[in-house]
């Protein structure tokens, strides 16, 4: 079986018990970056062999871990944090697996998109998650418009080195709507912006960036256009 399994977004404790449990009965754990799952496992005491699964062999990857699969072999997949498959490795060996008639299943557990919305105080009956928009701005512009018009809670991953950019392009495209960016969730030095995206800006501008961010961006209502 493959075992789909959500590991802490910062702090080490936001971790189930079954995910602990799991990982400790697996042959294999399939780690986006060996490094840092080796920090986790160690500090549950957790002794497992690992292989590197990322972006970047994934292809040549899924293949390999198949063959252990369809031979009896039960792997753990995980990610840097979060859940594997959002905005992280994990598709391709789900949809392999599947395909093969390999059973899988998912431990549900942190994911930074849910955190974070959470928080926003934000309409949350409905919201759109973007992911990581493109890193130049043409494409960054022409994405944000696809969701100017969209009436649901507008989720996106961005990283510190862009974020101030795709903040003026979201204030530039969708006017100066309600937001929430959230940066390091769960981790020491939690902090969340809320406000207007004009006045996150300007607060972000003199604040140092770094770590991960999580913005959330309110949808289009009538009221924006005065109708």
Do not use: W
């Amino acid at each position: 079986m493959l075992f789909l399994i959500a590991t802490p977004i910062g702090n080490l404790g936001d971790i189930t018990y079954r995910a602990v449990e799991t990982l400790k009965q697996v042959d294999l754990i399939a780690s986006e970056d060996t490094r840092k799952t080796s920090i986790l496992l160690k500090h549950y005491e957790i002794s497992k062999p690992q292989v590197a699964y990322h972006v970047m062999n994934e292809a040549k990857m899924a293949p390999k871990l198949l063959e252990k699969l369809k031979a009896g072999e039960n792997i753990a997949l995980v990610t840097n944090a979060g859940t594997p498959g959002i905005s992280d490795p994990g598709y391709s060996l789900v949809h392999a697996a599947l395909e093969a008639g390999v059973e899988v299943t998912s431990l549900p557990g942190p994911s930074a998109v849910i955190t974070a919305l959470t928080l926003a105080d934000l309409p949350l009956h409905s919201f759109t998650f973007k992911g990581f928009p493109p890193h130049k701005e043409g494409p960054r512009k022409r994405f944000l418009e696809m969701e100017k018009d969209s009436p649901h809670t507008i989720v996106f991953y961005e990283s510190p080195y862009r974020l101030l950019a795709f903040l003026q392009n979201a204030l530039e495209i969708y006017g100066d709507r309600r937001a929430v960016v959230a940066n390091d969730l769960t981790k020491k030095f939690e902090r969340i912006y809320r406000g207007t995206l004009s006045q996150i800006t300007e607060e972000l501008a003199e604040a140092p960036i770094r770590g991960e961010y999580c913005i959330c961006i309110e949808g289009f209502t009538s009221k924006k256009t005065g109708a």
